[in-house]
């Protein structure tokens, strides 16, 4: 279905766009099917895979409604070889498998897109946890997991690589049987075991598949014309490959990608690019800007006939039609920025670009994956909730009563609280202490690499700036008796955090000794202009996310000789979650900063602290004039408490109730605090539930085997 033919709930008025995004808006042939426009949601991961299908299967069908020609399943592993566990992806080993994914086929179809399934077999990049079976690839070599698995990949002999197209093909025909529209071979990444046939890093064989690039390409040749065969008559072959593995010739670099697409250029019905591994591939904002792929992916359109798709965390309709006007990309590849406005292709069609909700780069959707639970998107709370709470990125219910609503704290919280509040027809009113929007992004964003940040507060005051029922207050700093005075029926208190300078956090949960000339400045601090008085200064990193890497960046580039010390084995240790541990490491050392690693701070003096090894706790000594502790933050409660103190005079006031949201609810991070705005909106006014204890998220259940029998399943193993 073309956009502009879209249901009328949602009419498309063409009218009103810009004609220089027409481009945009163009059919795009791919072998047998067509895809309705330019934009096209690459594969991507997201923690639910194959554990939680319906929930997976409503997010890809929100984006086949929000106009993308082109949704695609994150990776599918096509065969218990190719078993990633703890990672959860899509699965198809089998038949059981088919129903799952045709109701992602279906959401998509359902709303007039095209469905592409990304078979995915694992190589050497799956130490098959579950299924047990032994790991393969082109040589004997450790697996190369994320989690440095115990375990060896066998070198695969012929017999292996004959089992291997088998599979990849029934899994070909599985997917057709689910009704998908584009199946992929995938040889990207680092991810893909035909890539680690085509890289000379992995590939040391001395047979048909070893040695020259004709014979590394060999298995992914015979695999794309496999999978034409078994259907390529009814659904497009897309291949995605790494053009470049950024290892020079150690690798498979630009110059033999160039020489591949010489070999089997014309064979797929698409070239689907990335650069790198996923690291390279999903770089944050704050090492890369919005394209940066480009000067990689430029000229290989020249090398084929057929379409190519590459991405570039795009966001901007201006940068999209460039790469079609330039010759780079037929299709808009997006994966990040199709999580976090699942309509954006909509909002271009229908001449609204300014309502497009950009993707700030920040890789939290990646961490779903990494930790193998449901995504999440700082931007958009509703992902991963369409279909457990019934979340949609662009609707929500009307108001159900008159009530009106004060919020208080302008921060990511309170911000979307107001909005989609707003949304659904309340009368808000949003005051903030300060004299700018946004509390912690605002600030956060002021820093090194974060300036992109401030994306989250800028597409709210937007949005509430078109609301005629949200007021907003700047340099309204409420008490209690400004709270009663207002007269609202439901108020809530988004008023933030603040850090803790008394070292309390993961490592100490009772105070540390601080001494009494000690300079301790907390994040706070840095974060509204101070700067500490001397020049040596220890940054203690006990949060491990990313603010104490970059505050201390922050320190080093005003001049400071900075010392970043933490507890864990490596700097911003739980940003590998987000792919950007090694790359904020690179950066700390390359700034000049001082890197103690695995020491824990156990006492801030005056001139020192005292430091103790976080395994044998052998103390030193390590001068300094100042101490930034980033610990853990309080939740910012005064005015919480003031209210609860009060309650008597509620009534009077015609206050209902009093509640706190994000962090000064609980600190966590800003994903957290939209999520917690959109919840309260959400929430209020739901009709009550009969069992207050209910837990109103929806979950999908295993279904238990149906023949089991208690005695039998028992007696007979073993027979
Ligand atoms: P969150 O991440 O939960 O949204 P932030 O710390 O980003 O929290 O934002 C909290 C905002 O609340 C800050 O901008 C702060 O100035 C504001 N604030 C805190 N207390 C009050 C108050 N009593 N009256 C008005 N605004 C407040
Ligand atoms: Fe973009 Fe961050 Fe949302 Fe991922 S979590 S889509 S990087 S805003």
């Known amino acids: 279905m073309p956009l502009d033919t879209a249901p009328p709930s949602t009419p498309a008025s063409p009218a009103t766009r810009d004609p220089r995004f ?60 190719s078993d990633i566990t703890p990672f959860v992806e899509a699965r198809l080993w089998s038949d059981a498998d088919v129903p799952a994914l045709a109701r992602m086929a279906q959401a998509v179809h359902a709303h007039g897109a095209l469905a592409g399934i990304e078979l995915c077999w694992n190589g050497m990049n799956s130490p098959n946890l579950w299924s047990r079976e032994t790991p393969m690839g082109p040589a004997h070599l450790p697996v190369a997991t994320f989690t440095n698995e115990p375990l060896q990949a066998r070198a695969m002999d012929r017999a ?20 998908f529209d584009i199946v992929y071979v995938y040889a990207g990444h680092a991810l893909g075991g035909l890539h680690h046939f085509l890289s000379r890093r992995y590939n040391d064989r001395k047979d048909d598949y070893g040695g020259t690039l004709a014979n590394r390409v060999r298995l992914l040749r015979e695999v794309i014309e496999d999978t034409r065969d078994a259907i390529g008559d009814r659904a497009a072959v897309a291949v995605r490959i790494t053009i470049d593995e950024m290892l020079g010739a150690a690798g498979f670099d630009r110059r033999e990608a160039e020489d591949a697409f010489g070999l089997i250029g014309e064979l797929p019905d698409l070239w689907d690019l990335v650069l790198g591994s996923w690291e390279h591939d999903s770089a944050t904002s704050r090492f890369e800007d919005e394209g940066f792929q480009e000067p990689f992916v430029t000229g290989f359109k020249r090398l084929t006939s057929k379409p190519v798709v590459g991405v570039g965390r795009f966001t901007s309709p201006d940068a999209m039609v460039r790469q079609v006007k330039r010759g780079v990309l037929d299709l808009i590849g997006c994966a990040r920025p199709s999580i976090a406005d699942p309509w954006l292709p909509r909002k271009v069609a229908e001449g609204r670009v300014d309502d497009i909700r950009e993707c700030i780069g920040c890789n939290i959707c990646v961490s779903g994956d990494f930790t193998s639970s449901p995504i999440r998107c700082t931007q958009n709370p509703t992902m991963g909730e369409e279909w457990r709470r019934g979340w949609h990125p662009e609707r929500i219910r009307p108001r159900a009563s008159d009530a009106t609503v004060l919020v208080v704290g302008a921060g990511p919280a309170g911000l979307e609280c107001a909005r989609a ?28 690499g974060l300036a992109a940040w401030a994306r989250v507060r800028d597409w709210r005051a937007y949005q509430l700036k078109k609301m005629p029922e949200v007021q907003i207050a700047l340099a309204s700093p409420l008490d209690a008796d400004d709270v ?30 601080v001494a009494a000339d000690a300079q301790v400045v907390s994040p706070d601090a840095l974060m509204s202009g101070a700067r500490p008085r001397g020049r040596q200064v220890v940054v203690f990193d006990d949060d491990h996310y990313y603010l104490a890497g970059v505050l201390a960046e922050r320190l080093a580039r005003d001049g400071f000789d900075v010392h970043y010390v933490t507890s864990a084995a490596r700097v911003s240790d739980w940003t590998v979650n987000t792919m950007e541990q090694t790359r904020i490491q690179a950066r700390l050392i390359e700034t000049g900063i001082t890197l103690h690693l695995s020491q824990d701070v156990v006492a801030f003096e005056a001139d020192h602290v005292d430091l103790a090894c976080h395994y044998t706790g052998r103390r030193t000594q390590l001068a300094c004039d100042a101490i930034v502790p980033v610990t853990a933050r309080l939740p910012e409660r005064t005015l919480f408490d003031a209210l609860h103190a009060r309650t008597d005079a509620w009534a009077d006031a015609g206050l209902r109730s009093v509640q706190a949201i994000g962090d000064a609810w609980a600190p966590a991070t800003i994903a957290h605090a939209v999520h917690a705005g959109r919840r ?29 029998d208690p005695v039998r399943a028992v007696t007979q193993a073993g027979r």
Not at 160 to 179: N, P
Not at 429 to 439: I, P, R, W
Request: with cysteine; glycine share 10%; hydrophobic share 45%.
């Open 22 to 81: 027409d481009v945009l808006l163009e059919p795009v042939p791919i072998g047998p099917v067509v895809a309705r426009n330019r934009f096209y949601q690459v594969p991507h991961c997201n923690g639910m895979g194959w554990r939680d299908p319906t929930a997976l299967a409503t997010m890809r069908g929100i984006k086949a409604e929000g106009g993308w020609a082109v949704v695609c399943t994150e990776q599918a592993e096509i065969h218990p070889t």
């Open 160 to 179: 292996d690589i004959d089992a291997l197209r088998r599979w990849h093909r029934a899994a070909a025909l599985r997917s057709r049987a689910a009704g």
């Open 421 to 448: 509040l707003g949304q659904r027809g309340y009368a808000v009113t949003l005051a903030e202490a300060g004299t700018t929007l946004g509390g912690r992004v605002t600030r956060e964003a002021a820093l090194p």
């Open 484 to 513: 009663l005075a207002f007269g609202a029926t439901h108020v809530v208190l988004a008023t933030g955090a603040h850090w803790r300078t008394d070292g309390v956090g993961r490592l100490h949960t009772h105070p540390l000794p």
């Open 680 to 708: 309260f909106a959400e929430a209020l006014d739901a009709p009550p539930d009969a069992d207050p204890d209910a837990w109103l998220v929806r979950r999908e259940m295993v279904g238990l085997a149906p023949d089991w």
